[in-house]
């Protein structure tokens, strides 16, 4: 059980667009710590695609954005590509316990 | 641009102690302002942060695993080790080095923030 929560899987045709979200409580996005994104294709490590809410790092295609309100947090991606299939997860702190790094348990994007 | 990998054996005997090294290259982790993290991911499953340590030595655990890690950080070799003893099965994985951009306030570096770059992954299993 994951402490943000994010929907297993989400799909769209190639050009819509889809949004995942992430939702997590008042000891971690709540609080206001900043929700970062990773993208992770098919065998290979987990790459950042969004920081600090909404910041793109060089590189990655401004079809890509992110948003957070209150408990949760969203990745948009615009312009669906085939190269997007892939497994999203989100990131944050939580203050609880002694404090600790914690992720979403991740969502799969299928482009149809 | 700054690179890590990770090396140590692929397998590893339950009730023993897994133990890897992330070599860094294009940057020195004496240089501050990072955290440098270990992450893994259980088969087919979401990635869970076991700790990270500044180049200083201060270190930060993952609550549910902090009795059995210890991470450390060899400036010298510009590397950094991770050891979890008295693994199980449950602790095969695959298991990826990456930096954490430092937070600091007042000038004080008070944890990590997101993970960027990452290591391409080493898969440990715990088998007898």
């Known amino acids: 059980q994951s402490v943000l929560t994010q929907p297993p899987s989400v799909s769209g045709a190639p050009g819509q667009r889809v949004t995942i979200s992430c939702t997590g409580s008042?000891?971690?996005?709540?609080?206001?710590?900043?929700v970062h994104w990773y993208q992770q294709l098919p065998g290979t490590a987990p790459k950042l695609l969004i920081y600090?809410?909404?910041n793109r790092p060089s590189g990655v295609p401004d079809r890509f954005s992110g948003s957070k309100s209150g408990t949760s947090a969203s990745l948009a991606i615009t312009g669906l590509q085939a190269e997007d299939e892939a497994d999203y997860y989100c990131q944050s702190y939580d203050s609880s316990l002694s404090g600790w790094e914690v992720f979403g348990g991740g969502t799969k994007l299928t482009v149809l | 641009q700054v690179q890590l990998q990770e090396s140590g054996p692929g397998l590893v005997k339950p009730s023993q102690t897994l133990s890897l090294t992330c070599t860094v290259s294009g940057g020195s982790i004496s240089s501050g302002g990072y955290y440098w993290s270990w992450i893994r991911q259980h088969p087919g499953k979401g990635l869970e942060w076991i700790g990270y340590?500044?180049?200083?030595?201060?270190?930060y655990y993952n609550p549910s695993l902090k009795s059995r890690v210890t991470i450390s950080v060899d400036t010298s070799k510009n590397q950094f080790s991770l050891k979890l003893s008295s693994v199980t099965a449950a602790d095969t994985a695959v298991y990826y080095c990456?930096?954490?951009?430092?937070?600091?306030?007042?000038?004080?570096?008070?944890?990590?923030?997101?993970?960027?770059?990452w290591g391409q992954g080493t898969l440990v299993t715990v088998s007898s």
């Open positions: 008042s000891s971690n996005i709540g609080a206001g710590y900043d």
């Open positions: 600090g809410n909404s």
């Open positions: 340590i500044y180049y200083s030595g201060s270190t």
């Open positions: 990456a930096r954490a951009s430092a937070i600091t306030i007042f000038g004080v570096v008070i944890r990590g923030n997101w993970f960027d770059p």
